[in-house]
């Protein structure tokens, strides 16, 4: 009942059923902490290990929607978390597309792991992403790995998402975006929806005002 409760308050709000399918299908419960597993269905955020948190599924909702992440897409998530953000991105980009996530904090690096293991187009990766996808000992975004390079088209993604609040505008993030792909981005208590149009223009939309745990870099 809370489940369907959820999911009726979401449409209320406009998320479009696209993305309320997409979660549907991704069980909340399997990503919050066993404690918390009779509030996973409940509009607020719950706590992680270390300190982190589990966003409230509305806004999870709303960033998957201005993502719009369609079949096929390959995403780069920063910030894990619990892996379910990640899950429900899996979900809209299908077999033929894939989502790599990293996540710094090696318990919940290895507390999404084993959440995402049965979601077959996700990669999950213990690494400090908050400048992009790199070697595990390269802080540059322009030491992209092989691994990456095979993942997505030469270390560029069409869709990016931040789950974190960085400090200022994630500019080493948006090099690995594709032109005219999109990128979701809290920036402070602001949260912007980022296009490149192409290799310098970037259009920049402020979508609201959202509290987010700090970007460990």
Excluded at 88 to 104: D, F, Q, R
Aim: charged share 30%.
């Amino acid at each position: 009942m809370q489940k369907d409760e959820l999911f009726r308050e979401l449409l209320l709000q406009g998320v479009r059923e696209g993305v309320i399918n997409a979660m549907k299908k991704v069980p909340r419960e399997d990503f919050v902490l066993p404690e918390d597993a009779d509030k996973a269905y409940c509009n607020y955020p719950l706590l992680l290990h270390e300190g982190q948190t589990i966003s409230q599924p509305l806004t999870v909702a709303l960033m998957t929607e201005w993502l719009d992440v369609r079949a096929g897409h390959k995403v780069l998530e920063v910030g894990a978390g619990s892996g379910y953000q990640a899950a429900i991105l899996s979900v809209l980009a299908g077999p033929e597309g894939g989502v790599v996530t990293c996540e710094v904090r090696k318990r919940l690096y290895e507390f999404a792991r084993k959440n995402l293991e049965r979601y077959g187009n996700v990669k999950v990766v213990h690494a400090d992403g908050s400048k992009g996808y790199v070697e595990r000992n390269s802080l540059t975004s322009s030491n992209i790995s092989k691994e990456l390079r095979s993942f997505a088209d030469d270390g560029k993604f069409d869709r990016i998402i931040l789950t974190a609040s960085a400090k200022k505008m994630p500019e080493a993030l948006l090099g690995h975006l594709k032109e005219g792909g999109m990128a979701v981005l809290p920036v402070g208590d602001e949260m912007y929806l980022v296009e490149r149009r192409n290799k310098n223009k970037f259009l920049k939309e402020m979508k609201g005002y959202f509290a987010f745990v700090p970007l460990v870099e």
